[in-house]
């Protein structure tokens, strides 16, 4: 009996590797902390980028599988311990994501208005811990107590906005800022969220790199987009294209690095049509402070260069960006779990080819996959394989007779019973799905997301 915590990509791909064999039959628990299951495809993808998030079909149908069960609202390390979980399964997958951020490391990071992507994006998906339960919320007006009422009361503040990062998630947040309400009326977008960006009175977003166009991590789909978005021009300097040796060299090795720079150049020559909104493209550029008393007011930069060391430093040259939002995309970042080992500096469980080293040795029952196994890199697929591999690496060892298939699914339930634990299953879920169609449909939408804790456990209870 196996145990994956997190029914993310990569929890539910191990599960899909594990139920696709028959030379060893396994029992699968997929736990989650949340009530429902995909995690960053439901609270991560762009709501409107309606196909990859179609991708949850795909994932839900292995959850559906015989062998294979999903419990949902299960917190490993508060609800029950790794400890305590190790001692009723065969063997437990980590796949827990990486759930915390980066930080610039710069003066006025804490100011009111300065935000990390992971907690931007987690509210306009509509993850539960950012949007606390109606009846904690502060009345309207006063000051804002929860995650969500923050970054609304900041959209609606906004003119200016500052996106620190040059990676897809940048282009994710720079479109849901520049996108009139109207364009996101068609995504899952919780109607909390929407009312919030109908307020919205953004008119530009900068997005800062540190280094040049050629070395983004944008994939060229996503650039393109900003490109397609209509009343928005799309601003780069052609000063930034004048490329240096490193740079040319980039381009030379990197078909996508060669295609995004054809698409930046092209913007670069593109005359302004005076749109209403403007995204702008800065590139060697870094923030040097966010400057504001009470909240952000400005985004203190410097341009940047790169050494004979091949290092990025700072030319003394320096500008000034009026913004009331800073919104830092640098990258995701994992955490420990209790009882769980990790290391802090790369922010990942320590492994090889998924099998788990604890003290040093080889864990005789744990493995690990997804973000928290390789970093926060890649896409949806890159899970899949990644899975497969930590399945293969713990099939073998049940063949090499180093697990013995001694527990059976039933001690899980009984322990997660003694706790006064009860798991959301795929019929919650089901259920959960079916009320947020509903919900969208009373108002034309094809669905709302259910954003709050209360609602998602309302709707998941069963009524027959
Ligand atoms: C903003 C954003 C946009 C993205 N857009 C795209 C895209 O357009 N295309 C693409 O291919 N990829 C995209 N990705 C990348 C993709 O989402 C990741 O590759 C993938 O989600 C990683 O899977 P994972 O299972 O390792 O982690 P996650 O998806 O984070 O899943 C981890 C799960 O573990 C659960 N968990 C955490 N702690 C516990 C605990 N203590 N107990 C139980 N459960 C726990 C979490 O609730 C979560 O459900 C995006 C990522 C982000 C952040």
Same mark, same amino acid.
């Given at each position: 009996m196996v145990a994956i915590i997190g029914a993310g990509p990569s929890g539910i791909y191990a599960a899909e590797a594990l139920s696709q064999q028959s030379d060893v039959p396994v029992a699968v628990a997929v736990l989650d902390r949340l009530p429902v299951p995909f995690g960053l495809v439901r609270y991560g993808v762009a709501p409107d980028h309606h196909s990859i998030r179609s991708i949850r079909n795909t994932l839900e149908r292995t959850l559906e599988k015989s062998g294979v069960r999903f419990y949902g609202d299960v917190n490993i390390g508060s609800d029950v311990t790794i400890e305590e979980l190790r001692g009723v399964v065969d063997a437990v997958i980590y +796949?827990? $994501? =990486?759930?915390s951020d980066r930080r610039l490391?710069? @003066? $006025? @990071?804490?100011?009111?208005g300065s935000i990390a992507a992971p907690e931007f994006v987690a509210w306009y998906c509509g993850h539960p811990d950012v949007h606390p *339960? !109606? *009846?904690?919320m502060a009345p309207r007006g006063a000051v804002p107590a929860s995650k969500a009422e923050r970054a609304a009361r900041l959209i609606a503040t906004t003119q200016s906005a500052v996106v620190v990062g040059v990676g897809n998630v940048a282009l994710d947040v720079a479109r849901v800022l520049i996108k009139s309400v109207a364009e996101l009326d *068609?995504? *899952?977008? +919780?109607d909390d969220v929407l009312d919030s960006l109908a307020d919205k009175m953004v008119t530009d977003v900068h997005i800062l790199g %540190? %280094?040049?166009? =050629?070395?983004?991590?944008?994939?060229t789909k996503e650039l393109r987009e900003l490109g397609q978005l209509p009343d928005v021009d799309v601003i780069v300097d052609p000063a930034d294209l004048e490329f240096d040796q490193s740079s040319r060299a980039v381009i030379e090795m990197d078909k996508v690095a060669a295609r995004n720079v054809a698409v930046m150049a092209d913007w670069a020559k593109a005359p302004r049509t005076n749109a209403a909104r403007r995204i702008h493209l800065h590139f060697w550029t870094k923030p040097n402070a966010i400057l504001g008393v009470d909240q952000v007011e400005a985004v203190q930069t410097e341009r940047t260069r790169i050494n004979a060391d091949g290092y990025v430093e700072g030319t003394g040259e320096t500008g000034l960006i009026p913004a009331q939002l800073v919104v830092r995309s640098v990258g995701y970042k994992g955490v420990q779990l209790p009882g769980v080992p990790f290391d802090p500096n790369t922010g990942r469980v320590p492994h090889s080819e998924g099998r788990v080293i604890r003290d040093g040795e080889f864990s005789t029952d744990e493995y690990v996959t997804g973000w928290i196994k390789r970093g926060p890199t890649g896409v949806i697929g890159t899970n899949k394989s990644d899975a497969v591999e930590t399945v293969t690496s713990l099939l073998t060892d049940i063949h090499d007779g180093a697990? +013995? $298939?001694?527990?059976? !699914?039933d001690e899980l339930d009984e322990l997660l019973a003694d706790r006064g634990i009860h798991p959301l299953g795929m019929p919650a879920w089901h259920r959960i799905d079916a009320a947020e169609i509903e919900l969208g449909e009373s108002h034309g939408r094809r669905r709302t997301t259910l954003a709050h804790r209360s609602e998602l456990l309302a709707a998941a209870e069963d009524h027959t």
């Open positions: +796949a827990y $994501g =990486a759930g490391g710069i @003066e $006025g @990071e804490d100011l009111f *339960d !109606i *009846d904690r *068609d995504t *899952d977008m +919780a %540190r %280094r040049g166009p =050629a070395y983004t991590t944008f994939t697990i +013995a $298939g001694k527990h059976s !699914i």
